[in-house]
Nanobody
Framework: VQLQASGGGSVQAGGSLRLSCAAS????????MGWYRQAPGKQRELVAL???????NYADSVKGRFTITRANSKNTVYLQMNSLKPENTAVYFC??????????WGKGTQVTVSS
């Protein structure tokens, strides 16, 4: 199983980035997909989640600015991040979770937002 995250980078506050996470080795459509982030010195936290049926959940801090989508035909989940703030600086990880409790983490991608 491999989850390959990409799309991170450095942007100024107010800018946008689109993260992608391509999965292989799993039946992607059966998995809930999530984006998490971990800032230096802080615990990893949930950013956004999309279930296998397409329903979504967001952390309050990103509601209205971030959008999670999935393309089952491409085994890929996306995170569109708009109106980025310096406090959004973190390493962003994707996670695939099955209903049976099996989950997989991808390697992170760094997002840096400067003021």
């Amino acid at each position: 199983v491999q989850l390959q995250a990409s799309g991170g980078g450095s942007v100024q506050a107010g800018g946008s980035l689109r993260l992608s996470c391509a999965a292989s080795g799993i039946t992607f459509s059966n998995y809930a997909m999530g984006w998490y982030r971990q800032a230096p010195g802080k615990q990893r936290e949930l950013v956004a989640l999309i279930s296998s049926d397409g329903s979504t959940n967001y952390a309050d801090s990103v509601k209205g600015r971030f959008t999670i989508t999935r393309a089952n035909s491409k085994n890929t989940v996306y995170l569109q991040m708009n109106s980025l703030k310096p406090e959004n600086t973190a390493v962003y990880f994707c996670k695939a979770s099955s209903n049976s409790g099996i989950y997989y983490w991808g390697k992170g991608t760094q997002v840096t937002v400067s003021s």
